[in-house]
């Protein structure tokens, strides 16, 4: 089992921008798929970005398509997310999450090892 703990979240204005960080510890997570979920109150919790194991394809929700980028640094063990011109709407909870797969990232059955999550408030 790997531990994952994610910082960076905070209060931004609307149009601003956050960059969040997950660190994970215990084992490489270099041969797996990473992604980043995000939790409203009282909604739903939602894929929002993966990546593969190589970094060399990923995947974003239509939300969130052009303004988020997720990478990883597989030597510093670490995956990021970089939120640009946030909107309110971005407002939730987000989850670093581990893939029991190298290349497969859409289905939330997928991800077996979650972070604590970091609170991102954005301000109208």
């Known amino acids: 089992q790997v531990h994952l703990v994610e910082s960076g979240g905070g209060l931004v204005q609307a149009g601003g921008s956050l960059r969040l960080s997950c660190a994970a510890s215990g084992r490489t997570i270099s041969n797996y798929a990473m992604a980043w979920f995000r939790q409203a109150p009282g909604k739903e919790r939602n894929l929002v970005a993966a990546?593969?194991?190589?970094?060399?394809?990923?995947y974003y929700s239509d939300s969130v398509k052009g303004r988020f980028a997720i990478s990883r640094e597989n030597a510093k063990n670490s995956v990021y997310l970089q939120m640009n011109s946030l909107k309110p709407e971005d407002t939730a909870v987000y989850y670093c999450a581990r893939a029991t797969s190298s290349s497969r990232f859409l289905s939330r059955l997928q991800y077996t090892d979650w972070g604590q999550g970091t609170q991102v408030t954005v301000s109208s």
């Open positions: 990546i593969t194991w190589s970094g060399g394809n990923s």
